[in-house]
Structure formats: structure tokens, C-alpha cells
């Protein structure tokens, strides 16, 4: 039932309206796509802990929803604890519930800004040795009989911008599409 109704619709509401309104808190308006992104590293977070129940400091933010659909959809029992709950109290809770995590918002906050870093170490994996001569996109247009016309673009045609900015990069790379390259 948990999957019919509310796993699956969500994954539903989720890929077909990416963008639409899923929360307000506050003055501040979250997508669907942002609550998945919050969702996924604390799921990531409480498969590596391996544990059956976790108590989630509710704080008005979109982490401590988050976190509770993480634990829904990692089979962890969650136990929504309030904000201000005095650190002896939080302890009887965590002794009569044998709580072996309770997480917070900040610490929450964490393992989303993790994700961000492990991408990041991702992109600049200290490897990179291209040459100004290196092929790095073709761009394919048609001429008026319909047959295709090749470009080649280069490293070197990457001007540096100052700011950095990537609407350059992406004029550069799909000159056909400047609806696409207008959002950066």
C-alpha cells in the first residue's frame, strides 16, 4: 500500500512536474526537484548507517521533511522529535526507543552540501590534460537541400569570461539552441 500510495505517486508527481510547487516554508518556495535532492543524500546517509530507527529533530526547513520521506523510503522508522526537547529528555526517548541516531537539520544539511562536494571532486579530478587542439564537440547543421553540415569545436574556442559565466560556454557549444543557452 505504502508504494501505491505514496512512493510511486510521488516518484510520479516528481518526474512530470519537476518544478512545481511541492513546499512552502516560510517566505521561501521549493520544487519537487529540490525535495528530491534533499531527500537523496540523507537516504545515501542512513543506507551506510544501517539502522532501523532514527529520531528527526523537526525544525521549520524543508531537510527535516526530507528527512522524514528518506526514512519512509529506506524502510527506517521515523521518530519526529520537537525542536527544543531538553538533551535529558532526548536521551529517555533515545533509551526507550533505542534511537542509535538522531538527526538534525545542520547535520542534514551536511550530507546534502557532501553530495555537492563528492560531484564537485568529481568534475576537477586534478586529471585533466586537454590540449587547445583537442576535438571536443561537433556541431552538426543542415543545409537547405537537408544534408548535414559539420563543424568542429576546439578547447581553444573556449574564450575565458571575467565573471565566470557559463552562457558562453554554452553558446559555444549549441549556437542552434540559443533558447537553451539563454537560462545561464
Not at 505517486?9 to 517566505?27: E, F, S
Not at 526507550?96 to 551536511?110: C, F, G, K, S
Not at 569570461?161 to 554554452?170: E, N, T
Amino acid at each position: 500500500m505504502l508504494y501505491q500510495n505514496v512512493i510511486e505517486p510521488y516518484i510520479r508527481a516528481t518526474m512530470q512536474n519537476p518544478d512545481l510547487t511541492v513546499a512552502r516554508i516560510g517566505d521561501k518556495v521549493y520544487s519537487y526537484a529540490q525535495f528530491a535532492q534533499r531527500i537523496a543524500p540523507i537516504m545515501n546517509e542512513l543506507d551506510a548507517m544501517s539502522i532501523a530507527r532514527a529520531g528527526i529533530v523537526m525544525k521549520t526547513d524543508l531537510t527535516a521533511c526530507a528527512a522524514l520521506l528518506a526514512c519512509l523510503f529506506s524502510g527506517v522508522v521515523a521518530v519526529p522529535l520537537p525542536e527544543n526537547l531538553p538533551e535529558a529528555r532526548l536521551q529517555k526517548v533515545r533509551e526507550a526507543l533505542q534511537l542509535p541516531e538522531v538527526l538534525t537539520v545542520e547535520r542534514m544539511h551536511y550530507y546534502y552540501r557532501m553530495t555537492y562536494e563528492d560531484a564537485l571532486n568529481r568534475i576537477d579530478n586534478g586529471l585533466y590534460q586537454i590540449e587547445d587542439e583537442e576535438l571536443v564537440s561537433i556541431q552538426c547543421r543542415f543545409c537547405a537541400d537537408g544534408s548535414p553540415a559539420f563543424g568542429n569545436l576546439y578547447a581553444k574556442d573556449f574564450p575565458k569570461s571575467k565573471p565566470f559565466s557559463l552562457a558562453p560556454v554554452f553558446q559555444q557549444l549549441i549556437p542552434d539552441f540559443p533558447e537553451l543557452c539563454s537560462i545561464f
